[in-house]
């Protein structure tokens, strides 16, 4: 299986702020990328999806990026909220529809 | 969305025993998922469970310690075998959407080896 991060990455964003949470995703193949929300004790939550025909997607405060030259994908999430701290995960499909995730990041919110 | 039940939320259990971990859908859906999220890591795919074959299994994960069931369209289990403290994580089942929701996981089942 594929896992990457052994150490989750902290951002830190004070309250109202935006935050960016970026990731670098591994596979030129990949055609659709999802960015997931995991609070403590749960399971990783949708959050907002884009397919590699679309390089920005917008969804209620959250806007996904996909830059595919650099096979790079950012969450953009507008005046964060204490309720967003969580571990966020981007996810690709390299290989028909089996979801490889990448390293997350940790956000907290500071009020 | 998909609701997605997985039994039991947390155990603790001894080395060398086996646990059976259930996932239940709320619709029936082709292809179940199992994944394992290591302390502090992201999450790794074990298996693709479709009902009527053979679990599919990614590199480094074996039937033999992680035999799967897919008796029907909206049940799977996963069975971690001969435990050691190693096999430590949060199991955690998934389903693809045939909606605009991407994929839906469980709450996981977090499992501590003793």
């Given at each position: 299986g594929e896992s990457v991060g052994l150490h989750l990455p902290t951002l830190s964003v004070q309250e109202g702020d935006n935050s960016i949470i970026n990731c670098a995703y591994?596979?030129?193949?990949?055609?659709?990328?999802?960015?997931?929300?995991?609070?403590?004790?749960?399971?990783?939550?949708?959050?907002?999806?884009?397919?590699?025909?679309?390089?920005?997607?917008?969804?209620?405060?959250?806007?996904?990026?996909?830059?595919?030259?650099?096979?790079?994908?950012?969450?953009?999430?507008?005046?964060?909220?204490?309720?967003?701290?969580?571990?966020?995960?981007?996810?690709?499909?390299?290989?028909?529809?089996?979801?490889?995730?990448?390293?997350?990041?940790?956000?907290?919110?500071?009020? | 969305s998909a609701v997605i039940s997985q039994k039991p939320s947390r155990d603790i259990c001894q080395r060398g025993t086996s646990l059976t971990i259930q996932c239940q859908v709320d619709s029936q859906v082709t292809m179940m998922f199992w994944y394992r999220q290591q302390p502090g890591q992201s999450l790794t795919l074990i298996a693709t469970a479709n009902q009527g074959s053979e679990a599919t299994y990614e590199s480094g994960f074996v039937i033999d310690k992680f035999p799967i069931s897919r008796p029907?369209?909206?049940?799977?289990?996963?069975?971690?075998?001969?435990?050691?403290?190693?096999?430590?994580?949060?199991?955690?089942?998934?389903?693809?959407?045939a909606s605009n929701y991407g994929y839906t996981f469980g709450s996981g089942t977090r499992l501590t080896v003793v």
């Open positions: 591994s596979n030129s193949a990949s055609d659709y990328f999802i960015w997931y929300k995991q609070e403590s004790g749960k399971g990783p939550q949708f959050i907002i999806d884009i397919r590699s025909n679309m390089d920005k997607r917008q969804g209620q405060r959250v806007t996904v990026l996909l830059n595919k030259t650099v096979k790079h994908l950012s969450l953009q999430i507008a005046a964060t909220q204490p309720g967003d701290s969580a571990v966020y995960f981007c996810a690709e499909t390299p290989y028909g529809n089996k979801l490889v995730f990448g390293a997350g990041t940790i956000l907290r919110v500071k009020s | 029907n369209l909206t049940f799977s289990t996963l069975t971690v075998s001969n435990m050691s403290p190693e096999d430590s994580s949060i199991y955690l089942c998934s389903v693809e959407e």
